[in-house]
């Protein structure tokens, strides 16, 4: 079954352009042209992937990336922009997008990146055991992480997390007791491409904190290696 990718992009020639170099590698591409249309479609859960520029008439790219990290499905999306400065793709970042490209780019790198993202997707499914019946819980404390559901229950109550807070926390819980570099987490959970982006991690982590843990500064948790990273607390893991 190939691959659905919806491309959000206002300018017809580059979208028309990203939908014929991705259906020559066999996947099945959407094209929308404008904010409203490309939110109305992400939300039908019917895609794999997004390629989502950020300036669109009607509604920007941003609000769109936002709103589709507080649904319950997770989509990948691959944000475009002609901004080069840095804040832009910081800011795409914070609002869960998983990677970007710059315009202008090139066809090639276009492809490489929707690869990767597909295949750094299905390897973190693999990785945190979605298709694993026997492992779809793990309890820790009073926090209960649902890998299948993409939930987490702290103390009998729902913890609403984005998609990247849920995938980092998922990451390091299947690995109790592992210490991570802010670089190991942000290649695990982002894609290499992201390198240099470590305090997006750090930001991620602080958030997390502010949801699961009774003090953030005395985390029981998600805690802190002085020095080296980040790990997940061991303790009544099953």
Known sequence: MHEKILVVE???DINELIALNLESLDYQV???????????KAMSNEFDLMILDIMLPEIDGLKICQLVRGSHSYLPIL???AKKSEIDRVVGLE??????????????????????????????????????????????????????KRTVILSGND??????????LLYMANHPGQVFSREQLLNAVWGY????????????????RAKLEAD???????????????KFSERATH
């Open 10 to 12: 206002d300018q017809q």
């Open 30 to 40: 959407t094209r929308c042209l404008t904010g409203n249309e490309g939110l109305d």
């Open 79 to 81: 944000m475009l922009t």
């Open 95 to 148: 609002m869960g997008a998983d990677d970007y490209l710059t315009k202008p780019f090139s066809v090639r790198e276009l492809q490489a990146r929707v690869k990767a993202l597909l295949r750094r997707v299905a390897f973190l499914n693999a990785e945190t055991g979605l298709d694993t019946a026997k492992t779809d819980n793990i309890c820790v404390g009073d926090v209960v992480i649902n890998k299948g």
């Open 159 to 168: 913890v609403k997390l984005t998609a990247k807070e849920f995938d980092l």
């Open 193 to 208: 491409h992201h390198s240099g982006y470590e305090h997006t991690v750090n930001s991620h982590i602080n958030r997390l």
């Open 216 to 230: 953030s500064a005395n985390p029981e948790y998600v805690l802190t290696v002085w020095g080296v990273g980040y």
